[in-house]
């Protein structure tokens, strides 16, 4: 099974990492160490999701036999499935097939009158392209085992499945004509993949497929960024054509009289100054924030199967929220709430929000969008205080376009995001002290403690809940201080 070097052959992974990018494969199999390959700490959670979801989607084919081996022992698995279909098994989960120097396993295959069927999971709401090619390389290698495979599919999750009637959680795909010309394009193709591993490191232009399905973790073939380079210029993309064939590379270079965008212009004269742009006028655009305030952020959950009543595949569902609200004294009270397990947390956080707002006269929320959207949500799932809730939704102001229209700071780098922006404003404040610092392994970690957390021994739970609480009391942290900043600005200190 091993190919004529004893070298173990290519996982199906690898194989479609080279049919991105050649250069990429070869790093990734002779420098498997490199530090670009270190995974996210925190996002293992989704791997289980994943899991999870494939689980359940056997149920569409069941009374499978499933190649329950270590993913690593690919020997043995193939050999066990080799007998399995020897014994006539109708259905296989995780079959394993080895030829022509590529390793594959298969969610489903399914024996047909003629033939077979191979069925792949995936926990998304429509067939990708990555997933026609993942197929392909399926086909062509169990094709290439002596086994027939007549039909292909997509089992994927539907957008239009409502909490609790799960009984439409999933939609079939044939893709077998989709992906016809791709298999018959993959042989020459791997073998040019063994033939570049065997040798020096490929040479590959960049260009789109760098980041084209996925982001390639080796930017080692792009120059060095150079600083305030002029991809960073603010929403100019229909412009950085023209800039760059003008010969500019940054925005130092950027003459003044520039058809630029207000924002974009304003950055140019910071970068170009060093220094922090603020214009005339912001103070009368802070006047919409009328004391007292309160400082409001969600953080949301979107487990890909739904777990509370009407919500669908990837529903964002509020399960945590932070509050930071001046108090008549000028102390500042913090209110927050984290659910604490798989029951629908919407009603008692609906309550909470509720009650911790009600004093104030403007709510502050950054991307203030989003809050709304959460707070209709809390509307929905607790009508007794649906009232209250949309008030508060009334009463939101958001500071993001008040950066946006009247400060720059260089270091923002064409960012407005709040952790760009706080640091450069607020120098003595930041992310990195935390545990969880970053929204997207928040809401990872969110459904591993609420929906996976019986897992967990009951220190790690009250670790990683704290860790989580932490987190978002930064981000309304952020926004107090953020606001203190501007005032100054506009008062002019």
Known sequence: MADSNGAAPLSRLRVLQGLQCPRQLWWRVH????????????????????????????????GGVRIDLPHASWPERARATGAALESGARVLYQAAFVADGVYVQADILERLERGFALTAVRSSLSVKRGHLEDLAVQKHVIDASGIDVRRVAVIHLNRDCFHPDLSNLFVVEDVTA?????????????????????????????????????????????????????????????????????????????????????????????????????????AAALEVFVPPLAYLDFETVDPAIPAWPGCRPYSKTPVQFSCHVDGPDGAIAHHHWLASGPGDPRPE?????????????????????????????????????????????????????????????????????LKSVLTPLVPDLGYADLEIRDGGIASVQLKRLLLDGDRLEPHDREQLAAALDRYVERDTWALVRLMERLRELARGE
């Not at 991809?231 to 003008?246: C, F, I, R, T, V």
């Open 178 to 282: 989709a992906i016809a010309e791709r298999v018959m394009a993959l042989p020459p193709r791997i073998r040019a993949m063994h033939v570049a591993l065997g040798g020096p490191l490929p040479q590959v232009a960049i260009g789109p497929h760098c980041d084209d399905p996925r982001t390639c973790p080796f930017k080692r073939c792009w120059p060095p960024a150079l600083p305030h380079a002029i991809l960073s210029l603010y929403q100019s993309h229909g412009k950085l054509a023209d800039l760059e064939a003008a010969g500019y590379s940054t925005i130092h270079d950027l003459p003044a009289g520039l058809d630029l965008n207000s924002i974009a212009e304003r950055q140019r004269r910071a970068v170009q100054t060093g220094q922090l742009v603020v214009e005339p006028g912001l």
């Open 31 to 62: 420098d498997a160490g490199a530090p670009e390959l270190t995974r996210v700490a925190g996002l293992e959670w989704t791997f289980e999701e994943a899991r999870h979801v494939t689980e359940r989607a056997r149920g569409l084919v069941p």
């Open 349 to 417: 956080l609906a309550h909470r929000v509720a009650d911790a707002c009600r004093g104030a006269n403007t709510v502050v929320a950054y991307f203030s969008n989003f809050e709304a959207n959460c707070l209709e949500t809390l509307a929905l799932a607790a009508p007794e205080r649906a009232d209250e809730l949309r008030a508060i939704a009334l009463r939101l102001r958001d500071p993001l376009p008040v950066l946006r229209e009247f400060v720059y700071h260089p270091e923002f780098r064409g960012s407005f995001s």
